[in-house]
């Protein structure tokens, strides 16, 4: 009976991950306050960067999904970016322009690209499975390519921002920022949700030991299908919005480039956190802004940085920050 | 209470014949154990029985059923499970959690996306039993990866226990666990005895003639005899093939 005494305590709390979600929070609402102040310095300009940097926060953050808590580095997320942004540009074509609507599509083609693509890729693993999401990803960006009705190689220019059940909510830059704030909150709640679920912790598991989850009775497929669908669905909710925010669609946007960056992003602000791919985009897309006002060869300095932060930093910048802060506390 | 059929099984990689016909019957609540000098193939042979490892003949039945075509997690939903002679957990989950997710297969679905699984008592309960029963109820909260190499064998064993299992393998639940360690480890043993079959691979001596109600000697992937431990242990053939080996080695 003196074996009971640690039921009744209740299970200590990983302190990195409430600290996580803590950080996430304080982005928030650093995302939430950065309008009225571009405004005030009069810098506008800054609020359509805003909403380009956290729609890929929104990416990173789904693909931190599989790459950080399932070890699944999929190299052809940028299909769905693409997904998204066609799903706008090919209803707005037949006069439908409802942002829910125009996301719903985007979901629902990325689910079935997903769940063929993946059904195939995760018969792989490690390196192989890397190349033949890749391949997949190009598999898409030439598809659409060679599509001439939206343009093609040309890409395709939207006339207007979606509406918002029936307003212009997106007319405004400041709309539009905020509504892409917004979905980036929900599609984190989600996401922190999923990964503290019954799910969660069997996906997690299965990036932790396969044999042993199979031993215990869970075939891993199911599982990494399910959250490689997920994944991939909200990573198209992201390319909905880059879509309005650009008003134009290209397949530039699925380039395998553009799945490179996201895992860039992703490793940059630290995988398996989901707060490290805000953090990784923001940081990621804000060095490509400023660094490209400096010198044309900006990628230079910026993988100089990259190649530092992963010698000196392998747990990307959230991992560096938990480590400062650690070292306060102890002093 | 359920048995353990094998008939026939095979198994080979290239021409090496690593599972030579091994038939095998053990009773319901029997603990058999296999031993057999290094390199004899019995891990091959649990990796064939839980279907890690798929064979090239013979059948695999549980309580009747012929599981031989099943995968590893069918086969654990049938009541067959398995510990590993090399420790096989999830590093960076706490020893609570590597249970409860044991517990988790077995009771619901686990493609449930919303509910925080840490605060499900149920599932919390029924591992911190299966740690107790362990005996590692104690380290409950700490992570995998920090306990010591005693500990990962008792968390093994736990993990076994929680999947409820009806025929449990044991594959070297001693290796590397020595001194009052080993002993209070084959007396919890003892105590699961008539609660399911067990088959137990061991290098220890003391402890397979301790706890096995049989053994069979498993000798270039045959087995070469099966009975009593008193019938092996005075049987000349094994005697020069195996345990007489052993002796020699220790003096």
């Given amino acids: 009976m003196m074996s009971d005494a640690p039921a009744m305590r209740p299970a200590p709390r990983t302190p990195a991950l409430a600290g996580r979600v803590k950080a996430a929070l304080v982005l928030f609402v650093l995302f939430a306050l950065m309008p009225p102040l571009a405004s005030a310095l009069n810098d506008p300009f800054y609020v359509l960067i805003g909403t380009r940097i956290l729609a890929y926060a929104i990416a990173a953050m789904a693909l931190d999904l599989i790459l950080g808590f399932g070890a699944l580095v999929s190299f052809g997320h940028a299909a769905y970016l693409g997904f998204g942004a066609y799903a706008v540009a090919i209803l707005s074509s037949y006069g439908i322009d409802d942002l829910f609507l125009q996301i719903a599509a985007g979901i629902v083609m990325s689910a079935g690209f997903a769940l063929i693509t993946g059904a195939i890729s995760l018969r792989t693993q490690g390196v192989y499975f890397i190349m033949i999401t890749l391949a997949f990803g190009q598999m898409a960006f030439f598809f659409f390519i060679s599509l001439s009705a939206y343009g093609g190689d040309d890409g395709y220019s939207l006339s207007q921002r979606s509406g918002v059940l029936g307003t212009d909510l997106l007319g405004s830059d400041y709309g539009l920022y905020y509504t892409t704030l917004a979905l980036l909150i929900a599609v984190f709640v989600l996401c922190n949700r999923i990964v503290n679920s019954r799910f969660g912790r069997v996906f997690t598991g299965i990036r932790e030991n396969r044999t042993r989850m199979e031993a215990v009775g869970y075939a891993p497929f199911r599982f990494q299908l399910t959250a490689f669908v997920i994944s991939a669905c909200l990573t198209s909710v992201a390319g909905v919005l880059l879509a309005n925010q650009a008003q134009f669609v290209s397949p530039a946007f699925m380039s395998w480039h553009r799945s490179g960056e996201l895992i860039v992003m992703v490793v940059l602000g630290g995988v398996g956190t989901l707060t490290g791919g805000i953090v990784g985009a923001v940081v990621a897309l804000l060095l490509e802004e400023w660094l490209g006002m400096l010198t044309h060869h900006w990628p230079l300095l910026f993988g100089t940085f990259l190649v530092l932060m992963v010698l000196f930093s392998p747990r990307g910048i959230t991992g560096l920050i938990e480590r400062l802060g650690i070292g306060r506390g102890r002093r | ?251």
């Fill in chain 2, 1 to 251: 209470m359920t048995s353990l059929s094998v008939q026939n099984l095979s198994k080979n990689f290239g021409a090496l014949k690593v599972t030579d016909d091994v038939s095998l019957e053990v009773a319901s609540g029997e603990i058999h154990a296999v031993i057999g000098p290094n390199g004899a193939g019995k891990t091959t042979l649990i990796a064939q029985l839980s279907g890690q490892l798929r064979s090239d003949a013979g059948r695999v039945l549980v309580g009747g059923e012929d599981i031989s075509q099943l995968s590893m997690p069918d086969r654990v939903g049938r009541g067959l499970a398995r510990s590993f002679q090399i420790t096989c957990v999830l590093p960076g989950f706490t020893a609570l959690e590597n249970v409860a997710v044991a517990v988790q297969a077995r009771s619901g679905s686990s493609f449930r996306f919303f509910g925080r699984v840490a605060e499900e008592e149920a599932l919390n309960a029924a591992a911190l039993r299966a740690l107790e029963e362990a005996g590692l109820g104690d380290r409950a909260h700490v992570r995998a990866s920090s306990l010591s190499h005693g500990e990962h064998r008792r968390l093994e064993l736990a993990i076994a226990l929680a999947t409820e299992p009806k025929v449990l393998l044991l594959d070297e639940p001693l290796a590397g666990v020595g001194g009052e360690d080993a002993e209070a480890f084959i007396d919890r043993l003892k105590r699961f005895k008539g609660r399911f079959t067990m088959v137990l691979i061991e290098h220890d001596m003391e402890a397979v003639f301790a706890l096995a109600d049989r053994v069979s000697v498993l000798v270039y992937g045959r087995i070469i005899a099966t009975g009593t431990p008193e019938a092996i242990r005075s049987d000349p053939e094994v005697r020069a093939a195996y345990l007489g080996e052993e002796e020699e080695e220790v003096a």
